[in-house]
């Protein structure tokens, strides 16, 4: 064989080889943008539950201090509280925060 032909032959092993490795890099860099878009959207829903959580728990606050000043019974101030939950929107109902 001519050695032209084998160092033309040797150039597209070379060639196909680097391509397969570029594209076995590319999935794998793919792959964690996955994993890191997901680990951002659960950071996110964390985020919102906990914020919605305290705010919540301030509304309750606010609420009671009302009561207290009103001089509502506290049996009284206790019916008003499961309305208020029923209303208010959860954050762990599945739907995500969308990027």
């Not at 914020?51 to 309750?60: G, K």
């Amino acid at each position: 064989m001519n050695p032209s032909l084998i160092s033309a032959w040797g150039l597209v092993a070379v060639i196909g080889l680097t391509l397969a490795g570029c594209e076995a890099a590319e999935e794998s860099a793919q792959k964690l943008t996955e994993k890191a878009e997901q680990a951002v959207q659960e950071l996110a829903r964390e985020a919102v539950s906990d914020t919605v959580n305290a705010f919540n728990e301030q509304i309750d606050q606010v609420q009671q201090s009302a009561n207290e000043l009103l001089g509502k019974p506290k049996d009284e101030a206790a019916e008003d509280q499961p309305e208020r939950d029923a209303e208010a929107p959860r954050a762990e109902s599945g739907e995500g925060v969308e990027t």
